[in-house]
């Protein structure tokens, strides 16, 4: 069962491309220059959400911390906590 929530508030993404570079599995860039979680459900508030699993979630969290305007954000999906 995922264990994590990975989320992106792609309204206040600009565009870097550094997280599709650190992980290129989860994340690309899309052609209006902003990134996208691939197979992320988008939101109404226009963040974008995916269930991730354990094994998956250092690959998001370097991606997390690669990003300079800290917009990926992790979650546990079981507490509600926010990892980054
Ligand atoms: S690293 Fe952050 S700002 Fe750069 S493309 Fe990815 S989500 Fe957007």
């Keep these: 069962m995922a264990k994590y929530l990975l989320e992106h508030d792609r309204p206040n993404c600009i565009g870097c491309g550094a997280c599709a570079a650190v992980c290129p599995k989860f994340w690309e ?30 690959t998001n969290r370097e991606a997390a911390e690669s990003c300079p305007v800290n917009v990926i954000h992790i979650k546990n999906k079981e507490t509600g906590e926010k990892i980054i």
């Design 29 to 58: 860039m899309n052609d209006d220059g902003k990134s996208d979680i691939k197979g992320g459900k988008p939101r109404k508030d226009e963040w974008q959400e995916l269930e991730i699993d354990e094994k998956d979630f250092e």
